[in-house]
């Protein structure tokens, strides 16, 4: 079966084509939900969750775009409403003084992918959703405004100490001592 007919099957309620549809993408998603989880365990449920969500909405895909642009922005929404839901418990009150830059960009070449995303993982939550947002899926802070319901300048804040944060994390695993990195 193919995709089109697996999206067909599925708004039927057939089971093995939910199965196939899993299949196909749940690695896919699983990577979009490690950088909106602080954990694997969080990632996992909140893939579990955004499956859910796909096949309570696969009704709303009209097929005019690609299957796999709708099934990622429904599991961006999934995580968006999950912090949504959990900002309230979030606190965020550091002023810590940071180091602006790192000097040398081939640092940053030398992280794994795995250890960036624990990095990012490990930003607190507002932060960690704003970077996700502007530097991995490419929105503007006006957008970003409008999904999380909080001003544009506190956007802008957020995404610069989500990179204060990386970069010091970035410091520390590299014993750096406030070297510039090249943006």
């Given at each position: ?51 859910i969500k796909?096949?309570?909405k696969i ?125």
């Amino acid at each position: 079966m193919n995709l089109s007919d697996i999206v067909k099957a599925c708004k039927k309620g057939n089971r093995k084509a939910q199965e196939q549809l899993y299949k196909t993408f749940a690695s896919k998603m699983y990577a979009v939900c490690l950088y909106y989880s602080k954990d694997k365990d969080d990632a996992e449920d909140l893939l579990h969750n955004g499956f859910i969500k796909v096949f309570q909405k696969i009704e709303q895909f009209k097929g005019d775009g690609p299957f796999e642009a709708w099934i990622r922005r429904v599991f961006m929404n999934t995580a968006l409403e999950l912090y949504r839901k959990k900002r309230v418990l979030y606190s965020i009150n550091e002023d810590i003084d940071y180091p602006e830059y790192i000097e040398d960009a081939d640092v940053v070449s030398q992280l794994g992918t795995d250890e960036l995303i624990k990095m990012i993982q490990e930003l607190p939550p507002a932060y960690q959703m704003v970077f996700n947002l502007y530097a991995i899926e490419g929105y503007s802070h006006k957008e970003i405004s409008k999904m999380l319901d909080i001003a544009e300048g506190t956007s802008k804040s957020n995404l610069a100490r989500a990179r204060m944060n990386l970069q010091k994390k970035v410091m520390n695993q590299f014993n750096l001592s406030g070297r510039k990195l090249h943006e």
